[in-house]
């Protein structure tokens, strides 16, 4: 198991280009699963979750062709084993973006049923609840979610999400695209990655509107052409190194960005007293050498503070000059880096789902343990604020999100390096 070694302390400084985002490539790799002609899909990220989402494309029997820059042609037309095993499931709860599109396409889907996970249970009821509301027959039995449209397509329906869900939203909006009739979907997630999936939807031929707000609105169509498409930027990855350069005190230019899509972590960073200066597709953060002030965040969907920047906000308080409390109101088990932090010497007291934290002048380096993708991402950035060494261990987390992540830090002037056990 790999592990990551950070001998902290150094101000970052630096220019970082950003991947593009894996949340919004795994709906776009799943939606491929609905064209009848090839698609192309670029500035795909080369992560871990990239990987096994396209591991069951080609299980399902689609026909992937990757080169060497990551550009993934799809052929969907092929699909004959309408099974989205537990193996790859267990792996990658994000895999469900696979059953919207084969009940739409192909009428049949069994998909495993996503286990709890490391920061909540994460049921996916409300994506079961709308396809049945469309007209899917669905039982759960041996651990699978076993889908059917008997009737051939999917009925249109107008539809209110109970919660906000972003890859609920995919789902039925996927689905929707070739059903017949219009679908109307009500309190839908506005992520700009569900706008990237309807606009990657809408270029091949989908009827959509009203993406990135509350109702979206999907006419079906009989089919969907091929294309090309770019995925958007990551912003949660652009958010982490801008929290890297403000909690070393340093200053972090990320560059192939939407400045747009990360509007409430700028304020944050201000508000932390950094200089933000910002172009069309760059950010800069300066935070001209001083210690960052603390900053309190309460978690909720788009557009205001991203649960996913969570973890990398409570290691910038924990060494930020003042006291500020975290809110987690959108998973109900996502402080798992507390402990590990307070290892390190963090002063954060739990209470239900918020941490109430005091910034220490320094933390300092100690083995710590990464528990999911987010969590290993604020203890990086606390290690890279230590003095001393601080070990990373199980960072196949990291690796599921991050793209050559101990690479980008050093071009920044990080000292860190992956050490394999
Ligand atoms: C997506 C993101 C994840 C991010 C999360 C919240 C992907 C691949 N993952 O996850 O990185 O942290 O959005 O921004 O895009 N819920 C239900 N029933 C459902 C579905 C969701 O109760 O059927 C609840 C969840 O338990 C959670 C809340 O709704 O409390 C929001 O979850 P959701 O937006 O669905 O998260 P994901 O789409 O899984």
Request: glycine share 10%; with cysteine; hydrophobic share 45%.
């Amino acid at each position: 198991m790999d592990k990551l070694i950070i001998a902290g302390g150094k101000p970052l400084k630096g220019e970082v280009i950003i991947s593009g985002a894996k949340n919004a490539a795994l709906p776009i790799m799943a939606a491929t699963l609905l064209a009848s002609d090839n698609v192309t899909i670029s500035n795909v990220p080369h992560l871990k979750d990239v990987t096994t989402m396209m591991e069951l494309l080609g299980q399902l029997g689609a026909q992937l062709v990757v080169d060497e820059k990551m550009n993934v042609q799809v052929d969907a037309n092929h699909v004959n084993e309408l099974v989205a095993p537990y193996e790859l499931v267990k792996t990658m709860r994000a895999s469900i973006l696979v059953l919207g599109p084969m009940l739409a396409r192909f009428g049949k889907a069994d998909v495993s049923l996503p286990g709890g996970c490391a920061i909540g249970t994460r049921p996916v009821d409300l994506h079961l609840k709308a396809l049945k509301a469309m007209g899917a027959d669905i039982v759960v039995k041996n651990g699978y979610i076993k889908a059917q449209c008997k009737r051939g397509r999917l009925l249109g329906k107008t539809l209110v999400f109970d919660t906000v869900t972003v890859t609920g939203t995919e789902n039925i909006m996927m689905a929707a695209a070739l059903a017949e009739g219009k679908t109307i979907l009500k309190n839908a997630a506005r992520e700009p990655e569900v706008v990237d999936l309807a606009n990657f939807l809408i270029q091949m031929g989908a009827k959509i509107t009203g993406a990135g707000t509350h109702t979206i609105e999907i006419d079906g169509v009989e089919s969907l052409a091929g294309g090309s498409y770019s995925v958007m930027p990551d912003r949660i990855e652009a958010g982490t190194y801008l929290t890297a350069g403000a909690l070393t005190r340093g200053q972090v230019t990320v560059k192939q960005v939407k400045p747009d899509n990360l509007l409430s972590m700028l304020c944050k960073f201000e508000e932390a007293g950094a200089a933000i200066t910002l172009g069309e597709d760059w950010v800069t953060l300066d935070m001209h050498g001083a210690r960052p002030e603390a900053v309190s965040i309460s978690t909720a969907p788009y557009p205001a503070f991203p649960t996913d920047m969570q973890a990398q906000f409570m290691a910038l308080n924990a060494v930020a000059d003042g006291a500020s409390s975290v809110t987690e109101n959108i998973f109900e088990n996502r402080f798992m880096h507390v402990q590990e932090l307070q290892r390190m010497g963090a002063q954060i007291r739990l209470n239900g789902n918020t941490a109430m934290i005091t910034g220490v002048e320094r933390l300092t380096g100690a083995p710590v343990m990464a528990t999911d993708l987010r969590a290993s991402a604020g203890l990086i950035l606390a290690g890279l604020a230590a003095d001393g060494e601080t070990h990373v261990e199980r960072i196949y987390h990291v690796d599921r999100g991050y793209e050559r992540i101990e690479e980008k830090f050093s071009m920044l002037g990080a000292d860190i390096k992956r050490r394999s056990e």
